[in-house]
């Protein structure tokens, strides 16, 4: 049966509209242990400052900004996958089943995070609660009448579904509300477009886009069923027009299929310079450690902490693609290196996984995973189940990973307990304040792999570049000069002690 509703009042009241949504269900919510923690953090408590370098991306970063007042309302709603993405004034809407709201509400923050940084104002929302999703609509009928009410009175021209849409799902609901509808996944993909800087990162994105659109691909009009042959050239074009033809249709996904393959080739003729730089790290026994986790967690905060790489530092989800690598050295001088990734995100599109694993791959191939999590996310637990999920992919190490609970200045001493639970070997770090980073220097440290081969050497003097290449990647137990040279006694990599063998002492 319909629901019946009437149209919403616009409240004037500065409430944030995703807290408006959610509070319709509070008789419904449970005990929660976190707060209300947002996807995006507030001006007062946003990462910035000395200790994250020049930012030189930034002032590009905003000038792509969109511009206020860019309507993407509908005059023919067959136009909408074909239609620049300009999302401006979007309406929220999800499904979740009994017992999971708590989930729901996280996940609809995040996804108001998603449209913030894609470009957005979000206006309202719905959250329905049924046990599966419309096959027809997404939502139910009444909840899609009551939409369209929402998305006339706020003047919304954009409606964002919390999950994947069918293709038949994403039309049967612009029938209904009238103004364009995409889903979570068509906002992640626009925000990986904004953000892809370099050749590969381009690349990854357009193929994950294209790998997107090919199932959707529809007719539009007469172009796109117009046939050389058939019964439309014996209707009236004669002879030289029959025969089976090819639909417009066709050819855009034949098209689509060969730009498809090119970028697969173009993504493979990247790999053997990344293969030679590893193998350049190895072949020195140059130890990696990667910093990986959730989207805004703070990854690129706490690389900048930790080496004043610079990087962009930005309060924006996605806001690092590119994988950076940057050196660091211990307290006893080994060298090792830092590199920043990708950040994950929940139901992150498989499409985006696939493109992205040349990417992931310093993951699956770092010595030590520094473990990024947010401290003061609502779900932590669900970050670190996401984030291992993804890692699992790639065949991880996880016997050498170390949890980080970044952004420790934001909770309190009872969250940290909490927290405690999920990981107990975990370290509190705050990137903003420095608080722990000397503790997480000293487990990363203790983490790093020793050098294979115990050597003990007599170098001679005019050999000043063993030695220096032992204080580099090796680990000193004791050196002492003497009248024929110089004494080392260390853990060195199997390609030094090879050199090193002829001055064995």
Do not use: C
Not at 174 to 180: P, S
Not at 286 to 293: F, K, N, Q, R
Not at 476 to 486: D, N
């Amino acid at each position: 049966m319909t629901e019946q509703t009437t149209p919403p009042s616009i409240d004037a009241s500065p409430v944030d509209p995703v807290d408006r949504v959610l509070s319709r269900a509070e008789a419904h919510r449970g005990v929660r242990v976190f707060g209300a923690a947002q996807a995006l953090q507030d001006a007062t408590t946003a990462y910035g400052g000395d200790a994250d370098g020049d930012q030189w991306d930034r002032e590009e970063r905003a000038a792509l900004r969109r511009v206020a007042g860019l309507s993407t309302e509908l005059e023919d709603v067959t136009e909408v996958e074909y239609r620049q993405l300009r999302l401006e004034n979007v309406v929220l809407v999800g499904v979740h089943p009994q017992g999971e709201q708590a989930d729901a509400e996280n996940s609809l923050r995040e996804l108001s995070a998603l449209a913030e940084t894609a470009g957005a104002v979000v206006l309202d929302g719905v959250l329905q609660r049924r046990p599966h999703p419309d096959p027809a609509t997404y939502v139910g009928r009444g909840k899609a009448a009551e939409l369209r009410d929402i998305v006339a009175a706020v003047g919304a021209d954009t409606v964002i579904a919390d999950t994947e849409l069918a293709p038949s799902q994403r039309r049967a609901l612009e029938d209904v509300v009238k103004v364009k509808v995409i889903d979570r996944t068509t906002v992640i993909l626009d925000i990986f477009s904004q953000h892809a800087k370099s050749r590969e990162g381009k690349a990854q994105v357009e193929l994950a886009q294209l790998e997107y659109l090919l199932p959707r691909l529809r007719g539009w009009g007469d172009s796109m069923s117009r046939q050389a042959g058939g019964q439309v050239g014996a209707g009236g074009a004669g002879m030289g027009s029959r025969g089976p033809g090819e639909t417009k249709i066709e050819l855009d996904r034949r098209r689509i299929r060969t730009k498809m393959a090119l970028l697969r080739k173009q993504l493979r003729d990247f790999a053997p310079a990344r293969e030679a730089k590893r193998a350049e790290r190895k072949r020195h026994t140059i130890p990696s450690v990667a910093i990986a986790g959730y989207t805004n967690a703070g990854k690129s905060s706490l690389l900048n902490r930790l080496t004043s790489a610079g990087v962009l530092v930005e309060n924006a989800l996605f806001a690092t693609l590119d994988a950076t690598v940057r050196r660091s050295e211990t307290s006893d001088g080994r060298v090792y290196t830092l590199t920043d990734t990708v950040g994950f995100v929940r139901n992150l599109p498989h499409q985006l996984v696939e493109a992205f694993r040349s990417t992931l791959e310093e993951v699956g191939d770092a010595d030590v995973i520094l473990h990024v999590v947010d401290a003061s996310h609502p779900d932590p637990a669900a970050q670190l189940m996401t984030v291992r999920d993804v890692m699992g992919d790639v065949d991880a190490n996880f016997g050498q990973e170390i949890v980080v609970f970044n952004k420790a200045d934001l909770v309190t001493d009872d969250d940290r307990l909490v927290l405690r639970g999920l990981a107990p070997n975990a370290k509190f770090v705050s990137s903003r304040t420095g608080e722990g980073i000397d503790e997480l220097r000293a487990a990363i440290e203790e983490a790093l792999p020793l050098p294979a081969v115990e050597v003990q050497a007599v170098v001679p003097y005019d050999r000043g570049d063993l030695v220096s290449a032992v204080h580099e990647s090796g680990l000193i137990l004791a050196q002492e000069h003497r009248e024929t040279g110089t004494f080392l006694h260390a853990h060195v990599g199997a390609r030094l002690a090879a050199e090193l063998e002829p001055f064995a002492a």
